[in-house]
């Protein structure tokens, strides 16, 4: 077994994760001194119109590298455990795994398992730190590895990595850049963790902010907003669960929109259509919609869907769900 740079003897790691976000880490882990010996991932899931089976991004970048990939309904199985104790792990990288670790597992790698998160703690604490960073109209935000402990994010932190958040930045954006530069990061710390030179330290007490999981009846516009709130709300919910309003009684999934500084007398919701787009006023100035996608259709650009939708004068968004 190869040594890790510097002559320290690499380590033998399980990576823990699920998403796209969190396959740049393994990437550039198992192209890494240390040895990714097994993954940990969600079950496969049924998924789309067919409801076929799927693996996670990371199940199936494991499999392609010929990696073992564990799949316990809970990490809280005795199975798993056991398992977990066979493999006689150094570390547990975790990124976006998308389950609770038990102490019962925390415990058994000698140097824990070590979490990428994607923001600057103690800032957005939870599962949805991305989506409430631009939502709250940060102008940066980062990311954290620490030593996962059972409290939420509350481990002592072994380094950052601080990102711009974009005027125009999606959520779908920034997690694209942050999975590259938080993988990158993460195995920093695991060279560090191996060399012994590098100790985690306690969080700061103070700027603790919470970012829960956003649910799709979280991400229906409130068009009585300001236009720049509408905006960083549509924004942090893109690409998922996705932006929507409501249109005859309909759902209207929404796009990026464009802030405007004044309202043009629209009242919250109404519609105005004509030669610089589909409009919307706001609780203060409006926006301009960008693509929009009816049920059952696919997403078209607003003015497209406004000829064939003919919203009448003084017709609004946002009413109730028939």
């Given at each position: 077994m190869a040594a890790a740079r510097g002559g320290e003897p690499p380590l033998r790691l399980l990576f823990a994760g699920t998403p796209d976000v969190a396959v740049p880490s393994l990437e550039l882990l198992l192209a890494s001194d240390h040895e990714v010996v097994a993954v940990l991932t969600r079950p496969d899931a049924r998924s789309g119109r067919g409801r076929t089976v799927s693996r996670s991004p990371v199940a199936e970048r494991a499999d392609a590298a010929g990696v073992p990939v564990l799949q316990p309904r809970s990490p809280r199985e005795p199975e798993f455990l056991e398992q977990l104790t066979e493999l006689a792990v150094d570390s547990a990288p975790v990124v976006a795994y998308g389950a609770l670790v038990p102490q019962a597992a925390l415990a058994l790698p000698r140097h824990g398992w070590v979490?990428?998160?994607?923001?600057?703690?103690?800032?957005?604490?939870?599962?949805?730190?991305?989506?409430?960073?631009?939502?709250?109209?940060?102008?940066?935000t980062g990311a954290s590895t620490f030593r996962l402990e059972a409290g939420l994010d509350t481990g002592p932190v072994y380094g950052v990595v601080t990102e711009p958040i974009d005027p125009r930045d999606t959520a779908g954006d920034l997690l694209g850049r942050l999975s590259i530069s938080g993988a990158r990061l993460l195995r920093t710390t695991l060279d560090g963790i191996a060399a012994g030179t590098l100790e985690p330290r306690p969080q700061p007490t103070e700027g603790i902010s919470l970012a829960p999981r956003i649910e799709p009846a979280d991400a229906r516009v409130d068009w009585s907003l300001p236009a720049h709130v509408v905006d960083r709300r549509v924004r942090g919910v893109t690409p998922a669960p996705g932006a929507w309003t409501t249109?005859?009684?309909?759902?209207?999934?929404?796009?990026?929109?464009?802030?405007?500084p004044t309202s043009l007398g629209l009242a919250d919701g109404e519609l105005s259509v004509g030669p610089t787009g589909v409009l919307v006023g706001t609780g203060r100035?409006?926006?301009?919609?960008?693509?929009?996608?009816?049920?059952?259709?696919?997403?078209?650009?607003?003015?497209?869907?406004?000829?064939?939708?003919?919203?009448?004068?003084?017709?609004?968004?946002?009413?109730?769900?028939?």
């Open positions: 979490n990428l998160h994607f923001s600057l703690l103690p800032a957005w604490r939870g599962a949805a730190p991305v989506q409430h960073a631009i939502m709250a109209g940060d102008e940066v249109w005859r009684g309909d759902r209207l999934r929404l796009g990026p929109v464009e802030p405007l100035g409006a926006v301009r919609l960008g693509d929009v996608q009816p049920a059952g259709k696919r997403m078209l650009p607003a003015p497209d869907w406004a000829r064939g939708a003919r919203p009448a004068p003084g017709e609004r968004l946002g009413g109730e769900v028939s």
